[in-house]
Nanobody, 128 residues
């Protein structure tokens, strides 16, 4: 499996912006669809955004559509999540996830069980 390491989390005021990153290693990054999930204490981990292997197609949860942008740089083996207009309810641990879709169709997985590789998470805290 690919190894994933998130970075860039921190504390930001409501209305502010933050960009988090996820560096991948160990496998061919361009074989993997990538996604960001988040989890608040006491709640289930939820899908935030996903991107196809090529980066040409993305998909977002309704709660972040228009505010967050997922992107990837296959040359740098990195996926990003640009978060704008942040709200206190965006506070969570953000996890990067990867699924090899090179043999299963070029699609964007969105459910937890579809992903076999996860990072350790990075905390994002939005103060009101």
């Amino acid at each position: 499996q690919v190894q994933l390491v998130e970075s860039g989390g921190g504390l930001v005021q409501a209305g502010g912006s933050l960009k988090i990153s996820c560096a991948a290693s160990g496998r061919t990054f361009s074989n993997y669809a990538m996604a960001w999930f988040r989890q608040c204490p006491g709640k289930e981990r939820e899908f935030v955004a996903g991107i196809r292997r090529s980066g040409r197609s993305t998909y977002y949860a309704d709660s972040v559509k228009g505010r967050f942008t997922i992107s990837r740089d296959n040359a740098k083996n990195t996926v990003y999540l640009q978060m704008n207009s942040l709200k206190p309810e965006d506070t969570a641990v953000y996890y990067c996830a990867a699924r090899d879709t090179s043999f299963s169709g070029n699609y964007i997985p969105t459910t937890l069980t579809e992903f076999g590789s996860w990072g350790q998470g990075t905390q994002v805290t939005v103060s009101s």
